[in-house]
Structure formats: structure tokens, C-alpha cells
């Protein structure tokens, strides 16, 4: 197994550090960066061959697929085990799943920029959709990609929740973006793209419509944010131009991870309250358990510097493999 342990920073770097602008905190510790087993528990394979993939020869009836016929490469159907449902007000909400190709042994990160594209076509059209439906103040698109991400389900696939709440960790980043703009007059995310910037060694890759960073505060090993550096609020809102480069870097930092075999969630949402945030793609990759430490205090002990990480995307480290 390939490590880069002689790039390991000395024990003594910790460092504890403050979110953007939310009132929490991480300790980077690169002193445990990257010990031998810290990818040891991801050395799964993405791509497990399965007898009975719902997802293949599916007959749920498409919300929404492109192209339309049987040789659809992008489709929407109803989750087939929803916890949420529109018809039971005690649990009342949607969830879809978006099947990202036919294919079943494709993972995300190979399709070609215009096919995730395509499946951001999904995103924009049940984001908007679902946002009609009266009650529903929230809708999450999220993709769980490996098994260590809870993907119980191989197939590519990401998925989308409507809930008739605001959950209040979104509510409280909410309330600290308002705060942050009544205080500064600007918003919270235009000032991480210019500061990011100025700083220039958490910019993981950049063009002029997006910018992928691992954040400052990074809460996570190997965590990278995608911000679009138009104030771009709701997804809907996104041109051709921005899609494309959105797909671009997301199929780029998946790849990555991919190579790696490392599991990894993304998410993007939109809270019907709060319609004038910043839009942003959070990428968590699962390399590390927390401990008791984490769970105790809520202050996470993150093993890889984001500096690191932002040098490991651009491919400037060798990347661990279980082989
Ligand atoms: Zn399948
Ligand atoms: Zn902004």
C-alpha cells in the first residue's frame, strides 16, 4: 500500500480553528495525518456486482427521465421505501431517488460532463417541483456514493428529500449568514471566495464561473466545498456556462475520491425560507470515525490539514490505494 507518510506534517502542527462564520470549531491534527489505517475501513469496492439491483430493469413509473423511451440515461422515481410521504401528515414530505445511468457499473465520476449535466437537469426541475408542493419549506439533493456513505444500494444514484421543516442545523447557518450580513453588509460566502483567494492554498481547482475549496475550518478529511462566484441562490438560477463547470470540477474531485476508494457524500439544498443564501455544493468524504472526543464536544478532530487536501485533489501527493 502506497503512503504518503513522508509527507506527513510533524506531530505538533495542531491547530484549532474557527468556521467561517458559524460560532464552531475543529481541531486539525495532520500529527494523526494520514496514519496507516486511516483509509483502511473505505477499502471497499464502489462497484459490487448484485443480482437484485432495483435500479436495474426498473418499472417504477418516471417522474421525470431524459431522453424519453427506453433509452433513458437519466431517471426519477419515487423512492420505493419513502419515510416521507405526502399522503401521512404525521411524516409528511417526499423522497425521490434519481437514478444517474442505466448502466450499473458506472460509478458518477465516469459519466461524461454532459450526462451529470443532465442529472443537474433533475436536480433543477424536482428542486422546483417539490418547492411548489404546499408545506414544504425544504428540499435536500444528496448522493451517497460507497458503502461507508450509507449507500445500501451500489447503482449510482443520488437522491432528493422534501420536508415541511427547516432543520435546525440549517436554521442556525441560516441565522449566522443573516447575522454575518447585518454586520458586514455582505455576504458570507462572496467574502470566503475572495479571502480563499487571497490565502491561495485551499483552492483546489477554479475557472470563472466556480471555485473548489477545502475550507479553512474543514470539519472533515479531504472535505471540499464548490461555490459559484455569482451570487447564485437557488439552482435554478445557474446557466449553461456554470453547470458545466459545476459538472466539471464535481466529476474531477469525485474521480479523485474514486481512485481511492473512498466513500463520500455530497449535498446541496435549499431552504424556501432563506431564498437569498449563497449557493453551495459540500463534498464529505468518509475517512474517519468519530470517537469519543467528537462526540462529547462537538468539536471534530480532522487528521488532514485542508492544505494537504487541497495539494491530494490536484493529484501533487500520491494518492493512498488499498493495492
Ligand atoms: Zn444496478
Ligand atoms: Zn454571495
Redesign the pocket.
Do not use: Q
Given at each position: 500500500m502506497a503512503r504518503p507518510a513522508k509527507t506527513n506534517p510533524p506531530a505538533n502542527a495542531a491547530e484549532l480553528r474557527k468556521h467561517y462564520f458559524l460560532d464552531s470549531y475543529v481541531i486539525i491534527a495532520p500529527g494523526r495525518n494520514l496514519r496507516p489505517d486511516l483509509f483502511s475501513h473505505a477499502a471497499e469496492p464502489h462497484k459490487v456486482p448484485?443480482d437484485h439491483?432495483p435500479?436495474?430493469h426498473n418499472t417504477e413509473p418516471e417522474i421525470w427521465q431524459h431522453p424519453r423511451g427506453a433509452n433513458w440515461q437519466v431517471k426519477v422515481v419515487r423512492n420505493a421505501f419513502p419515510a416521507l410521504s405526502t399522503d401521512n401528515p404525521k411524516a409528511f414530505g417526499s423522497q425521490e431517488v434519481i437514478i444517474n445511468t442505466p448502466d450499473?457499473n458506472l460509478e458518477f465520476s465516469e459519466l461524461s460532463v454532459e450526462h451529470i449535466t443532465e442529472i443537474f437537469t433533475a436536480y433543477r426541475l424536482r428542486i422546483t417541483e417539490l418547492s411548489k408542493l404546499e408545506g414544504i419549506r425544504y428540499v435536500l439533493v444528496f448522493k451517497n456514493d460507497g458503502p461507508i456513505a450509507g449507500a445500501s444500494?451500489?447503482?449510482a444514484h443520488c437522491q432528493i428529500f422534501a420536508l415541511p421543516i427547516v432543520p435546525p442545523k440549517i436554521a442556525r447557518e441560516s441565522d449566522a449568514l443573516n447575522h454575518y450580513w447585518d454586520q458586514k453588509n455582505t455576504c458570507a460566502y462572496c467574502d470566503i471566495i475572495e479571502w480563499e483567494t487571497s490565502q491561495k492554498v485551499r483552492i483546489i481547482a477554479e475557472d470563472k464561473s466556480f471555485i473548489a475549496v477545502a475550507p479553512y475550518a474543514s470539519s472533515h478529511a479531504l472535505e471540499a466545498w464548490l461555490i459559484p462566484r455569482r451570487h447564485v441562490t437557488k439552482f435554478a438560477q445557474f446557466n449553461a456556462t456554470e453547470l458545466h463547470s459545476l459538472a466539471t470540477m464535481l466529476k474531477k474531485i469525485t474521480a479523485r475520491l474514486d481512485t481511492s476508494m473512498i466513500s463520500f457524500n455530497y449535498f446541496l439544498q435549499e431552504s424556501l425560507d432563506n431564498q437569498d443564501h449563497h449557493f453551495v455544493l459540500k463534498v464529505e468524504p468518509r475517512t474517519t470515525k468519530y470517537a469519543g472526543a467528537e462526540i462529547g464536544t462537538g468539536v471534530e478532530i480532522n487528521p488532514v490539514t485542508p492544505e494537504y487536501t487541497t495539494l491530494w485533489y490536484q493529484g501533487k501527493i500520491p494518492t493512498t490505494s488499498p493495492h
Open positions: 448484485s439491483c435500479f436495474d450499473h444500494i451500489a447503482h
